[in-house]
């Protein structure tokens, strides 16, 4: 089983918790912000070498609950960050790999190398007609050499990271210590390489929690997945108005369709096998659904630029509304990274109309 394997959906303000977890895993919650400001952060060396290009940071804070009473000593956490439509580049990050040790300061190490000879006193006799006997005394002597000498400690890999799909994206895979815990709110900041007129976009930040049961067979054991949650993230220039409320816009669009599709599963689930007879072939692969399973999936994760009104067609009202709202949002944060900038007019009429 892989550590990039993105598993499940989650929402701005939604969590996906394994199913994986076994008797005795931790159980780890997730959350974070569903929209972050970006500092331009371009220095005046790469503006002369770049002119087309700047720099961003977007500082993420994620959040992590583990339920009481549960150790986090067996676990491990991976975050990644990425643009899924590739529309920035990592430059830079936080933190980076970090190894660790629990002794401060050197290692004192002593060796000692002993030779001893040893001439003792032997008697031996025997009851017989005489007796028999024999005697050596002697001196014992000994003689050695201790060495001493410093060395660094044992590292262990506290936390790595790296760019992950040529560029687009980050990862970071934290473990804890016995000088840090990896509960409570951990801040991961990345500089994104764009253009020069960049003033929004979205990325999809993953997080998954791994353990191993504890037990005599621990080490035996492979890790299972406790804990998840995926998050699409609005980002916006700070300081642009117009850009923080597409960025705004987006992630209400994105927890109202969340929302609106957990509300409707059942009449969503109907509408797939209208009757008895399509379930049944359903079944046994005669039928085909009307209504995809991965729908939800298809709408958000697909190209801004994409045609839904097929998948989107047998769908319920309120559902189909809340997904034509969330394309809009989408659409219209997408256009902030792009050369040319037509956000504006597209952004104040739509602001007007609401």
Not at 57 to 69: Q, V
Not at 222 to 235: I, K, N, Q, S
Request: net charge neutral; aromatic share 8%; with cysteine.
């Amino acid at each position: 089983m892989t550590w990039f394997t993105h598993l499940g959906l989650g929402g701005a303000a939604l969590a996906v918790f394994a199913t994986t977890a076994h008797a005795g895993s931790p159980r780890v919650r997730f959350d974070t912000d569903s929209v972050v400001s970006c500092a331009d952060v371009t220095p005046l060396e790469f503006a002369k070498a770049n002119p087309g290009e700047k720099l961003v940071e977007a500082r993420f804070l994620i959040s992590t609950l583990i339920a009481p009473g549960d150790s986090d000593s067996q676990l491990q956490h991976l975050y990644t960050i990425e643009s899924r439509q590739r529309t920035m580049q990592i430059e830079d990050y936080l933190p980076k790999t970090t190894l660790a040790a629990d002794v401060v300061g050197h290692v004192l190490v002593e060796k000692k190398d002993e030779n001893c000879k040893t001439l003792g006193l032997n008697v031996s006799g025997s009851y017989e007609k005489i007796v028999n006997g024999s005697a050596t005394a002697g001196i014992d002597t000994k003689s050695g050499t201790i060495q001493k000498y410093e060395k660094l400690p044992a590292m262990e890999l506290l936390s790595a990271s790296g760019p992950i799909r040529r560029g687009s994206g980050v990862y970071f895979k934290l473990k804890p210590s016995s000088q840090t815990s990896l509960e409570g709110a951990q801040e991961f900041v990345a500089i994104f390489r764009v253009p020069a007129t960049w003033r929004g976009d979205y990325v999809y930040v993953h997080c998954e929690a791994w353990s191993i049961a504890k037990g005599l067979a621990s080490h035996f054991n492979e890790p299972a997945r406790v804990g998840g949650g995926d998050y699409f993230v609005a980002l916006h220039l700070e300081g642009d108005v117009q850009a923080k409320m597409a960025a705004q816009q987006f992630a209400r669009a994105e927890l109202m369709l969340r929302s609106v599709a957990a509300r409707y599963e059942g009449e969503i689930q109907r509408r797939s096998f209208p009757s008895v007879a399509h379930q049944v072939g359903a079944l046994i692969s005669l039928t085909e659904r009307k209504i995809p399973n991965d729908w939800l999936a298809r709408v958000m994760y697909s190209s801004p630029q994409a045609d839904h009104v097929t998948l989107l067609q047998p769908l319920p009202d309120e559902v189909r509304g809340a997904a034509d709202a969330y394309i809009a949002a989408r659409w219209r944060l997408s256009q902030l990274n792009a050369w040319s900038d037509p956000i504006g007019a597209t952004l104040t009429k739509a602001t007007t109309a609401e």
